[in-house]
């Protein structure tokens, strides 16, 4: 079954530009810890902006739907509410 592949943009608020950096850096190994990404790398890009955008690939659809159920996960977005605005 393939993957699926995922473009995300979060516009950091304001004085939360470090951690959102370190949150999305941490997003794919915490899904991985779970089992529901592919292995394949994600990559992460910044704009002049500040906009970070992350490519990455969930195993399967099952995977992102499991995600919502997941309580790690659901911390994990929790933190990004606080730091970002993301954008799909």
């Known amino acids: 079954m393939p993957g699926v592949c995922v473009i995300v943009a979060y516009r950091p608020k304001p004085g ?3 951690d959102l950096v370190e949150l999305v850096r941490s997003r794919v190994p915490t899904l991985r810890k779970e089992g529901l990404v592919s292995d394949r790398p994600p990559a ?3 704009a002049r902006d500040g906009t970070i955008i992350e490519v990455s690939e969930w195993k399967s659809r099952e995977a992102i ?3 919502h159920k997941n309580p790690d996960v659901l911390a994990m977005w929790e933190k990004f509410l606080r730091c970002a605005i ?3």
């Open 65 to 67: 739907d499991a995600a």
């Open 16 to 18: 939360k530009g470090d």
């Open 44 to 46: 992460i890009m910044r």
């Open 86 to 88: 993301a954008f799909r």
